[in-house]
């Protein structure tokens, strides 16, 4: 698990193919990784991976043809900046919410207006993720825990102060590029719950009472 609190931007090594996926390379810049072992995992844009090399300054880890094909990690390129952040401990602060680093899926940005110091940013969502993006929820882009201003149709908003935009790789993103979405897992509960469970105890109930 993680936060979407975003430890470090690193930067892709590169992508090397192997028997039909991929490993790929991180440069981790300022991220410490003095505590990590081999297996750990750590969210690169907001993927979780496993560290399956440890070298001075990085790390790699193997990338397969699921993860390539539901998210943005298969179409970069050396040198393009990603968000790292390592696995949450029992002892750290929540200061985002609870991120698996399972992607959902990838969304693309269609807008960035200024407002005051900050910045508003418009993305566009798949229509069978945008049922799950409530206003005032929580949504994880490129890793990031962000707040939803406002959600129209398969688009919606979030603000990104100053201090985000320069400690992330939003301050690399540009329109119409793609971005890693993970939608709040609570939603995809209540969701199994009222489509599924829910559904048949309320049948039950009706059933019970004559009404059905």
Not at 114 to 119: K, L, P, V
């Amino acid at each position: 698990m993680f936060t979407g609190i975003i430890q470090s931007v690193g930067r892709v090594a590169r992508l090397e193919p192997r028997g039909g996926d991929v490993r790929l390379h991180i440069d981790t810049a300022q991220l410490d990784l003095s505590d990590v072992q081999l297996g750990d995992s750590i969210a690169v844009s907001g993927v979780c991976l496993t560290v399956v090399t440890l070298h001075s300054g990085g790390f790699s880890a193997d990338v397969s043809n699921e993860t390539l094909s539901l998210t943005t990690l298969g179409k970069h390129q050396g040198g393009d900046p990603v968000n790292l952040e390592k696995a949450l401990r029992l002892a750290d602060r929540l200061g985002g919410h609870l991120v698996s680093g399972h992607v959902d899926g990838v969304g693309k940005v269609v807008a960035i207006t200024a407002d005051g110091r900050s910045q508003r940013w418009t993305f566009e969502v798949p229509a069978q993720l945008s049922r799950y993006i409530a206003s005032k929820g929580s949504i994880c882009i490129d890793g990031t825990s962000l707040t939803v201003n406002e959600v129209n149709g398969d688009r919606f908003g979030v603000n990104l102060i100053p201090h985000t935009v320069e400690h992330t790789a939003f301050h690399a993103r540009r329109t119409g590029d793609v971005v890693n979405i993970e939608v709040d897992v609570i939603a995809r509960y209540v969701e199994r719950l009222i489509g599924g469970e829910a559904s048949r105890i309320d049948e039950a109930f009706l059933k019970q009472h004559g009404f059905a």
